[in-house]
């Protein structure tokens, strides 16, 4: 138990770490990333007006039958980037929420690049 403990501190410590540098703003939001074992998330964030601009996972009913692996993260990314242009963002912040930026994150991150959104 004292493993799992130390591990969640250790994931917490990264994670506070980062949002201590990043933050989003109107013009340019965070783009926020969770991923479970089974599900994987993300929401656009206006933290100035603590407003979610939009958001994506795979428990939404579009995305009902995506899987967390690398190529779905990527539809998913392509998806939330859709969802940004129409709403005329273009730029943001992206938050790898305390995640290794490889696998699942990176193509998630990759995907959002591949509809047209900078960061």
Same mark, same amino acid.
């Given at each position: ?55 994506? %996972?795979? =428990? ?5 039958? +995506? ?5 779905? /993260?990527?539809?998913? &990314? ?12 273009? %730029?943001? =912040? ?5 995640? +290794? ?5 990176? /193509?998630?991150?990759? &995907? ?8």
């Amino acid at each position: 138990m004292n493993a799992l403990k130390s591990k969640i501190k250790r994931h917490e410590k990264r994670k506070n770490h980062i949002r201590l540098s990043i933050s989003g703003t109107a013009s340019r939001p965070r783009i926020s990333v969770f991923r479970s074992n089974l599900h994987f998330y993300a929401q656009v964030i206006d933290d100035e007006n603590g407003v979610t601009l939009c958001s994506i %996972s795979t =428990v939404q009913k579009e995305y009902k039958g +995506l899987r967390n692996n690398k190529e779905n /993260a990527e539809k998913l &990314g392509e998806a939330l980037g859709k969802q940004m242009l129409d709403k005329k963002i273009s %730029s943001a =912040v992206f938050d790898r929420n305390g995640y +290794l930026y490889h696998g699942i994150v990176k /193509a998630f991150a990759d &995907g959002v690049r591949k509809a047209g959104v900078n960061f």
